[in-house]
């Protein structure tokens, strides 16, 4: 653990998609100092805090050296956006930090906005897709919403947007590219989870606020049940003995 007390880092976080993604960067000039992204499914409430400790070792550094959090907050996993943000509260909580909610539609964009506009399109299932519209850029044109697969043409014809002219990005880019002929697929196009050093950059650049909120854009499939692995883990972890950050 760093012993520089001037150290200030960004603890980022993503748990709403397949991968469990967690990041460290320095505040002062963004650099990423250690990450870890692994595809796990499901399992997020259990594997999340000794990732985090795993990458907070791998960047020298402890809680105390966090300053800001950055959470994705979907949309995507019902119950994988709660634990992300969930945990991020008890963070907050207990180290006296702010923190900034990033949605994984803007995140996927992110990285391709700089070439035209980009259509994020999360597989929704049950024939919806959640979608978000961003200009070259990225400045978000329309959405997130959530709407059946088949109404992306409507929805592209109301902001004035030909398929030709974008580009698609997301698990749902598959579906969107069958009804939006012209319309190009990324490269690695169809990655469910958004690029945890997308969520970096944007939470950089975005001043603290309220504590971030799920972005749910439709009920759950199932009932959520409490993530009990968020307890044993955090009692675990370095700063939150005796903290209940699934409650």
Request: with cysteine.
């Amino acid at each position: 653990m760093s012993d520089a007390s001037n150290r200030r880092l960004l603890l980022a976080v993503d748990t709403a998609n397949e991968r469990c993604s967690v990041a460290v960067a320095d505040l002062t000039d963004g650099t990423i100092l250690a990450s870890a992204n692994p595809s796990i499914g499901k399992g997020h409430a259990e594997r999340l805090m000794d990732l985090v400790a795993e990458v907070l070792a791998e960047a020298d550094a402890g809680y105390g050296d966090v300053a800001k959090l950055a959470i994705g907050i979907g949309p995507g996993s019902f119950t994988g956006i709660r634990v992300a943000v969930a945990v991020a509260r008890g963070w907050e909580l207990a180290l006296d930090i702010p923190s900034v909610g990033v949605d994984t539609l803007e995140a996927q964009a992110e990285p391709h906005a700089r070439d035209g506009a980009v259509l994020a399109v999360h597989d929704a299932r049950r024939s919806e897709v959640y979608v978000a519209l961003h200009a070259v850029g990225g400045a978000r044109l329309a959405g997130p919403e959530a709407m059946a697969v088949d109404d992306l043409p409507a929805f592209c014809a109301r902001q004035g947007v030909e398929p030709a002219d974008l580009r698609l990005v997301g698990s749902g880019s598959a579906l969107a590219a069958e009804r939006l002929p012209g319309a190009r697929l990324v490269p690695d196009a169809g990655e469910t989870s958004a690029p945890i050093a997308s969520i970096v950059r944007l939470a950089l650049a975005r001043a603290p606020g309220a504590p971030p909120l799920p972005l749910y854009l439709r009920g759950a499939d199932a009932k959520v049940q409490v993530p009990l692995g968020l307890r044993a883990a955090s009692h675990r972890s370095e700063p939150g003995a005796g903290l209940d950050i699934a409650g």
